[in-house]
Each structure stands twice: as C-alpha cells, then as structure tokens.
C-alpha cells in the first residue's frame, strides 16, 4: 500500500485524480496501473483496470486467479465489474468512497451481483492517509481552479482594457495616416505652387531681360537715329551756312561790282570825252565766263574768283582811261 500512495503522487502530477493500483502474483508485482482517464482520453482507464491489462500482458492470461489487488480507494462499479471478471483473489483498499463505492461504501457489488466468484475484501489500510492525500488534492485542486478563473477574468480584463486602446490606438493611427497623407498631399501641392511661381518669376525675368534689350536696342536705335538726325541737320546747317556765305559773298560781290561800275560809270564818263563809246564796255563779263567754263564752278564763286582776278584789270581798265585821258590830254 505504500508503494500505492508513493504512485498516487505521480498521478497527481500528471493531473489527475491521485489513485493508484497494484497486482501482485505470488508476492511478486505483475501490474501497476494510474489513474489517466484525462491524459489517455479513455474513460475505462481508471487505475484497477489499467493494473489488470497491465497484469494481463506480463503474465499472458486475461485470467488472474491467484492475484491481489491493491488499490488506494474503493472500487467503482465498472472496476468491480472487472475484477469479478479478471477472477482476482482477493482486493485490499484504503479509503472508503461514499459516492460510488461498490464494497460496502454505497453498495456491495460483490454480495449482491449473482456469480460463482467473490473476492475476499480488505478495507480501510491506511484509509486516513490516502483520505488525507485524496482531500489534498481535491483542495489543491479547487484551489488551483479558482485561481484559473481569476487569472482568466484577469486575462480577459487585460484584454479588453488592451482591446480598446489597440482599437483606439488602430483608429488614431489611421487618423494620423491619413492626416500624414493630407499634409504630404498639402506640401506637394505647395511644392508644385512653388516651381510654378518660380518659373513664371524666371519667365518674367526673361520678359524684363528681352524688354530691357529691347529698350537698349530701341535707345541704341533712338540715339543712332538722333546721332543721323543730328548729323543731317548740322550737314544742312552748314550746307545753310555755306550757302549763307555764298549769298553774302554774292551780296558783296554784287556791292563790290556796283561800285565797279559806279566807278566805271564816273570813270567812263571822264572818258567818254575822249574816247569813242565802244570802248566804254568793260571786259569783265568775257573773262568771268571763260574762267566759270574752265573751272566748272558755280556761277557765284567763279564770279567771285573772276571778280577778284578781275579787280586789277578792272583798275587797269579803270586807269587806261586815265592814261588816255591823259595820253589825250597831252
Ligand atoms: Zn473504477
């Protein structure tokens, strides 16, 4: 039996009810079984069972006649069912179990159920030990469940209070996204306000460049065109001026002539005593031709010319009267 209560605790740890069994032939052990329904998804896998298969494939017989079965709680109907079939010698166990005891705890199988085999009963070996170590774990357990359900509500309170802000938190960040998209969206637009004004403000300062060339090709134009203009009119003013100087020359020549011929006139006068009238005529106009034809001057310098040339002889001619005057006088 203490080897019993000694595999109780590994059933325990494999998280099951801490029941264990023993079959032992001939004081040798031919079977242990545990109690593994939970772990072996098998509800026929209580402890005395799984002890007679186990008996059963060690000694090859499904038949265990001269067996004894060591169990830590009373059988259940089921279990008792398979010791009266596996013919157990006899079956020794620890703690009465009230609910589904079938040797006297809520009933006895054996006495009742009409078959030719009845099993001799052992009952209450180290019951309170094995009660002790059975309320132990069923305390451990519940403890064990009421802190499962307090660290699932946690759990789920954690998750719902880390559920709203992960959704508060999703929906802010799509926020942000897409006031993120709308500022890109701003600043791109912006960017491209801003290449468009610089271009228009280089296109304008090309205008202002070509208008500005243009105004010093125009100023240049202006003042070439006022440079010509300029130059035409002080070509004509000279050429007034010259034609002023050739007037007054003429004028003077004309004076200078007048006083010629006044002073022919007196002179031919003197000697028109003297001399015939065909001499009167001065040979001035003879001379002044010849000179404007070879020279091929205008009329008014090559008057001029003549009429300066012509002053000597003028006198000459002026003073031959006087000589024949005086010539005549003598
Ligand atoms: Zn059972």
Same mark, same amino acid.
């Given at each position: 039996?203490?080897?019993?209560?000694?595999?109780?605790?590994?059933?325990?740890?494999?998280?099951?009810?801490?029941?264990?069994?023993?079959?032992?032939?001939?004081?040798?052990?031919?079977?242990?079984?545990?109690?593994?329904?939970?772990?072996? =998804?098998?509800?026929?896998? =209580?402890?005395?069972?799984?002890?007679?298969?186990?008996?059963?494939?060690?000694?090859?017989?499904?038949?265990?006649?001269?067996?004894?079965?060591?169990?830590?709680?009373?059988?259940?109907?089921?279990?008792?069912?398979?010791?009266?079939?596996?013919?157990?010698?006899?079956?020794?166990?620890?703690?009465?179990?009230?609910?589904?005891?079938?040797?006297?705890?809520?009933?006895?199988?054996?006495?009742?159920?009409?078959?030719?085999?009845?099993?001799?009963?052992?009952?209450?070996?180290?019951?309170?030990?094995?009660?002790?170590?059975?309320?132990?774990?069923?305390?451990?357990?519940?403890?064990?469940?009421?802190?499962?359900?307090?660290?699932?509500?946690?759990?789920?309170?954690?998750?719902?209070?880390?559920?709203?802000?992960?959704?508060?938190?999703?929906?802010?960040?799509?926020?942000?996204?897409?006031?993120?998209?709308?500022?890109?969206?701003?600043?791109?637009?912006?960017?491209?306000?801003?290449?468009?004004?610089?271009?228009?403000?280089?296109?304008?300062?090309?205008?202002?460049?070509?208008?500005?060339?243009?105004?010093?090709?125009?100023?240049?134009?202006?003042?070439?065109?006022?440079?010509?203009?300029?130059?035409?009119?002080?070509?004509?003013?000279?050429?007034?001026?010259?034609?002023?100087?050739?007037?007054?020359?003429?004028?003077?020549?004309?004076?200078?002539?007048?006083?010629?011929?006044?002073?022919?006139?007196?002179?031919?006068?003197?000697?028109?005593?003297?001399?015939?009238?065909?001499?009167?005529?001065?040979?001035?106009?003879?001379?002044?031709?010849?000179?404007?034809?070879?020279?091929?001057?205008?009329?008014?310098?090559?008057?001029?010319?003549?009429?300066?040339?012509?002053?000597?002889?003028?006198?000459?001619?002026?003073?031959?009267?006087?000589?024949?005057?005086?010539?005549?006088?003598?």
């Amino acid at each position: 039996m203490e080897l019993c209560l000694d595999l109780t605790k590994i059933a325990e740890k494999m998280g099951e009810v801490p029941i264990a069994a023993i079959i032992v032939i001939d004081d040798k052990i031919k079977g242990i079984g545990l109690n593994a329904p939970i772990c072996l =998804h098998d509800a026929t896998a =209580h402890a005395e069972v799984m002890a007679i298969r186990d008996a059963g494939q060690r000694v090859g017989n499904y038949r265990l006649p001269d067996s004894t079965m060591y169990i830590t709680l009373e059988p259940c109907p089921m279990c008792s069912g398979a010791i009266l079939h596996a013919r157990c010698k006899r079956v020794v166990f620890g703690a009465t179990d009230l609910k589904t005891g079938t040797v006297g705890g809520r009933f006895n199988l054996f006495k009742d159920y009409p078959m030719n085999h009845q099993p001799k009963i052992t009952s209450g070996v180290r019951a309170v030990k094995v009660q002790e170590e059975l309320s132990g774990y069923f305390q451990r357990k519940r403890i064990l469940q009421k802190e499962q359900k307090r660290l699932l509500r946690a759990a789920t309170l954690m998750l719902e209070e880390q559920t709203v802000p992960i959704t508060k938190t999703k929906a802010q960040a799509n926020k942000n996204k897409a006031q993120d998209k709308n500022k890109s969206l701003k600043v791109e637009a912006k960017v491209e306000t801003n290449i468009n004004l610089a271009n228009n403000n280089s296109q304008l300062q090309n205008s202002s460049k070509l208008a500005a060339n243009s105004e010093l090709v125009m100023s240049d134009h202006v003042v070439n065109t006022n440079n010509e203009v300029k130059a035409q009119i002080l070509a004509h003013e000279t050429q007034e001026q010259n034609n002023n100087a050739l007037v007054s020359n003429e004028s003077s020549l004309s004076s200078s002539t007048t006083a010629l011929n006044t002073v022919d006139i007196a002179t031919t006068g003197l000697a028109s005593e003297a001399l015939p009238a065909t001499n009167t005529q001065p040979k001035t106009t003879p001379v002044t031709k010849d000179l404007s034809a070879k020279l091929g001057m205008k009329k008014s310098t090559a008057q001029t010319r003549a009429q300066k040339f012509q002053l000597p002889r003028q006198k000459r001619i002026v003073e031959q009267p006087t000589l024949n005057h005086h010539d005549t006088d003598e």
